[in-house]
């Protein structure tokens, strides 16, 4: 067993360097570091992380300092355990979701450019959510959360439908089709809002925003972390069902059983990030990205790497939103949208 | 290949469609004030056929160059860049929308940025000398992605009263057709087709792909930069005109290969302006008497163009 893993790893990690013909690669050589000092790696990207997520605790509108919490300031500690832990904690589980999600998309794709925003999955979640508020809005949290749900793994079984088609096409191809495959997604949510008289209420709710994370009301995200950390422990598998059917046939796994874990991880990702928090674009596709530039593409590796990273991005994002026009807020699907946009765009252009 | 006999009934056939959907439109139920009826309705089929034909020959020109029949050019972002700037003008002036700024001011605002925009991501990407048209599409995209975040965030600010006039123009409409437009449009867009029509021959070649067009002695890089300039003024000009209608090129240009086998533009882009024509205006009368406007036709032609697309996606074997 131990010698077929070690096998799978190699042929994978090489046919993948050889497979990376997008823009990226070209960086490659230039920022890979040979692996040395990965425990160093994590325990740095860790402290960013805790450092970034103690900032985001004390930015806000309320003046909270370190001495309120030493001298137990009641009311500034209730509003840092009501409002500022639930709102960090779920900006760390949605970045470190969101950004896993794309990893999984973009291993079992193949495609350095697959992420929830290019391939539907966020347009599905979306719909699944407005069909639960106009027609059964008083069924439940658990009822919500299954539709969304539901949407969102059936698109991402018809995306890997179609990618199955056209994966020798130009890798930027793929991300293409998959952008036109949110578009019509979101053509029919779009319909289904003009018909109800509520297109711009259902913008307000779908874009990205962790203002009303309170106690009690975001706990749905947890359930994201189930999903990640089987991740983890299938990182390898979904490297290798992306090089195909029969290439993981001989390796012997079960290609249907792999594949439909990673989509659900990924939908029950995405999912629980929509209705906590709502749309946040770019995320998916940007950190993985970056930290393969960085660290290389050895998924068992790197994982721990894109998912502090995620949550390091989505946390800076959120506080530069809280401050640019402070007292007031920008929402984070705006902050993510303008800083990820930026960096994916000089990561396609600034090539040698 | 089909015979040129087939092909020429088939486009005899279209025409007379065309012919057909073209009077239901305008004589159809006309009521006892038929010469206003006429006019109005005047307006509307000229402002289709101009839509049509700008829509037909820049979805063509633009799979051929993209050498595929599934990407259509308005998801380089321009629809977005439309829906941005009349985000931001509702954003600004309110509900004076309408007084401050003109429909003609606000189509040349609207054609000028949409153009600014195309020449943008070229010169992001020709600068250089690069090439890869797919990059050109994936930097439009993401910067259309963008712009869309931008206008969702500002419409979150925007007085739902106000709001009406952004959603007005999310979707196209041929019912708020300024007839002042229709002329000025109408020469540009004339003129731009004739000169397009002329190079159908050039587009033949690059639909042979860049070895060979290359080597039959066309100036491919050229080329292919001409064509994206027109067909960005088409886009730019039908969007501003009437609203986004995404996925009509879609629907539009796969009909037309289903149902005209060839590979001559001359030919192709021809029966495309006419199903496309037939289309729209079939659309059209159907959802203005029947539905009585109930949804608008550009949000029912997207339905059917995505559901279309991805039919085509899962049929074809490989692409």
Redesign the interface.
Known sequence: MFEVTLAYTFVVDKTLYHSLQG?VISFLPAFTFINKGGPLRFFVLTVIMLLTATLSLFVGVADISMADIIGRDMDKLALITISRIPRTAALILAGVGMSVSGVIMQQMTQNK?VAP?TAGTLEAAKMGLLIFLIFIPTAGTAVKMLLAFLFTFMASL?FL??VR??R??????V???G???G??IG??T??IA??MNI??DS??W??GDFSGILQGRYELIYLSLPAIAVTYLYANKFTVIGMGEEFSRNLGLNYRTIMNIGLFCVSLTVSAVVITAGAI??LGLIVPNVVSLLFGDNLKRTLPYVALSGAIFLLLCDIVGRVVIYPYE??I??SV??IG?VI??VM??WKK | MEKVGTIRRNLWVAALLLLITASLFLFFNMGNNWAFALRLRGVKVAAILIVSCCVAYSSVAFQTITNNRILTPSIMGFESVYLLLQTIIVYIYGDTTFKVLGSINNFMLSVASMIGFAFLIYLLIYRKGKNNLYLLLLVGIILGTLFNSLSSFMQLLIDPNDYFIVQGKMFASFNRINRDLLWPSTIVMSLILIAGFRMTRTLDVLALGREQAINLGVNYNRMIQLFLVIIAIMVSVSTALVGPITFLGLLVTNLTYELFKTHRHSVIITACCLVTAVTLLGGQFVMERLFNLSIPVSAIINLAGGVYFIYLLLRVKKL
């Open positions: 823009p450019f925003t018809l439908a179609i088609k056209i020798f096409r130009n890798v930027v191809f991300p293409l089709v952008l036109m495959f578009g019509i053509s029919v779009t319909l003009v018909r297109v711009q913008n307000a779908m874009m674009p770019f920008i929402p699907g705006v949208s303008i946009a994916f765009l396609l252009l």
